[in-house]
């Protein structure tokens, strides 16, 4: 067909756009907290009805198998203010209230906000009323008189616990009520890891038996966020992400105001919030059934909460129980994400051509291994991508070298029938029949590769392991854009050179948008990720590179073919 180029760049368009608009509907509005450095000493303010409770009337037994309501009851009301704890390890700097050892502030002491503002960290919790952030987690008991719950005043041996140079920390919390059971709540932190396990413990010295369940929940506020075109982590989606033990789903803000709650149950589950490249989750204990429910505790103020409520367990007088749960709070790490739970990697969003991006990310990083510059990764990994479908693109490549050997006689056929639009394109399709060359071959090829190049896109966009990494001389993060717009430059030159390889088909309206299509994605790419124009670079590239090999074979061939039909001289 005489358009083909037209159509690949359509395609190109088309995906382009449709990825630009997934990523603003798909990210949609809901907002995260902002990266902020360490907030000052906190006040708790958390609303009453936050607090989910064993309903009155729920049965309970000596087993594990009851799952009370989500029902709030109004909890015992702490001191005017609680005391912190901050912990200190190689990778988080953290401060725990000792009012139901909540998690306030989670400073990821590797993770800049901004390459340029080195001291300025990244905190994924904050108890701020206009950036709230926190995790929570308690325990509840029948009646709720004698509960361990988020509002309980906790008693710690220090005001302050740190790493050093050991390779694991606890931070024990613990509480005694009047009936003689005491409630302890223990944090462990693990070296080099963003995984914190959290055991609740439940040691009955009374003369009756307790029965009660554990929680743990994310109050976050889910309000407007500032977008900039500048900024790719404003259109990253900022907000609750839940796993019901098949698929995830991320929650939009208005999809909660409107439809309500949020719930599901499962003894696989897990829950979260996500922002580009950053996760908090918690994952309770595998093959216990949970109750889970994300809402809003306070539309007013935008407060969404997430939690899960375990299933009901007796424990008698003299014995003891520990409910285990694991939270993660840190970068999108995957091989930290898949020591947890393997589906917790699916915090790292790749949309529906996960299948494809996770084993080139695999491929990315093991590159990345041996060549240490995740540039030059990319690099690598393109060229690998370009080799697996050079016998598929050679084809394409054959017929756009032969239509523009033919393009002295398409334009003399053009000329001839200018007045007839029927007889011009017969004219041309018995040219092409006669010549043996096909204008559709090179579609087909185009459009199987695809999607591998779009899920490498999404790898490029969503892998942490970018943020902020250097490749070479004024590319020091190829997280962001560019600085000095010199690889949208040569890529447009690029894409300018690639044209004049093929063949200019169609009329000249058509000739003329083929034209100017370098300088649009140029400005489309301005403002993307220097990694994901590195990458197109390389690829543009690559196919002038095949393409010219391709043109001087099938001109050599050319050559050949005329010189066996010349008649020989006497």
Request: proline share 6%; net charge negative; hydrophobic share 40%.
């Amino acid at each position: 067909m005489d358009n083909q180029r037209l159509f690949i760049w359509a395609i190109f368009g088309m995906l382009a756009f449709l990825t630009f608009q997934a990523w603003q509907d798909d990210y949609g509005p809901a907002p995260a907290p902002a990266a902020t450095s360490a907030p000052e000493q906190p006040e708790p303010g958390i609303a009453d009805t936050d607090l989910p409770a064993l309903s009155a009337t729920e049965p309970v037994t000596g087993t594990a198998g009851d799952v009370p309501s989500l029902q709030p009851e109004a909890p015992t009301e702490p001191a005017a203010r609680a005391a912190t704890i901050r912990v200190t390890t190689d990778v988080l700097d953290l401060q725990i209230s000792t009012a139901g050892g909540t998690l306030e502030s989670a400073v990821l002491k590797k993770y800049p906000v901004a390459k340029d503002r080195p001291d300025e960290l990244v905190n994924l919790l904050n108890d701020g009323s206009d950036r709230l952030a926190v995790i929570q987690s308690g325990l509840l008991s029948r009646g709720g008189a004698a509960d361990a719950n988020h509002r309980t005043i906790f008693s710690a041996d220090k005001t302050s616990y740190d790493l050093g140079n050991g390779d694991e920390l606890l931070v024990p919390l613990t509480f005694t009520n009047d009936a003689g059971i005491t409630f302890t709540k223990t944090y462990r932190f693990t070296r080099g890891s963003y995984i914190i396990e959290l055991d609740q413990g439940v040691n009955n010295q009374g003369e009756a038996a307790w029965q009660g369940t554990d929680y743990v929940q994310i109050d976050r506020y889910l309000g407007e966020w500032e977008r900039s075109m500048f900024d790719v982590d404003s259109y990253s989606f900022n907000g609750p992400i839940v796993y019901d033990g098949e698929k995830a789903e991320k929650l939009q803000r208005d999809d909660l105001l409107d439809d309500g709650p949020y719930t599901y149950k499962t003894d696989q589950g897990w829950f979260g919030a996500i922002q580009h490249h950053f996760v908090v989750a918690v994952v309770p204990e595998r093959g216990i059934q949970q109750s889970y429910e994300t809402s809003f505790s306070n539309p007013q103020d935008l407060t969404a909460l997430s939690r899960a409520i375990g299933a009901v367990i007796s424990v008698s007088p003299g014995q003891s129980h520990t409910f285990d749960t694991t939270l993660f709070i840190g970068p999108k790490l995957q091989s930290q994400l898949e020591q947890v739970d393997e589906k917790l990697k699916l915090t790292v969003d790749y949309g529906w051509l996960t299948l494809l991006s996770q084993p080139l990310f695999w491929l990315l990083s093991l590159v990345h291994g041996v060549v240490a510059n995740w540039g030059v990764a990319i690099i690598i990994v393109t060229i690998l991508i370009k080799l697996a479908f050079y016998k598929l693109t050679e084809s394409s490549g054959r017929s756009m070298a032969k239509m523009r050997n033919l393009q002295p006689r398409v334009k003399a056929i053009q000329e001839r029938y200018k007045d007839d639009k029927q007889a011009q394109s017969q004219a041309m399709m018995d040219l092409y029949k006669t010549e043996k060359v096909n204008p559709a071959a090179g579609c087909l090829p185009i459009l199987i590769q695809m999607p591998f190049f779009l899920a490498f896109y999404w790898v490029l966009l969503e892998s942490v392991e970018m943020r902020q990494a250097p490749f070479m001389l004024w590319i020091t993060d190829l997280s962001v854009r560019d600085p000095f717009f010199i690889l949208p430059l040569i890529m447009g030159a690029a894409m300018f050179f690639q044209q004049k390889l093929n063949p200019q088909v169609g009329d000249p309206v058509q000739i003329k948008v083929m034209q100017i299509m370098p300088i649009i994605f140029t400005a489309f790419f301005a403002f993307f990720p220097a990694g994901l124009v590195l990458y197109w670079v390389t690829n543009t590239l690559l196919s002038i590179a095949q393409q010219w090999k391709i043109n001087k074979v099938v001109e050599a061939e050319s050559k050949q073919q005329k010189s066996r039909k010349k008649p020989k001289k006497a």
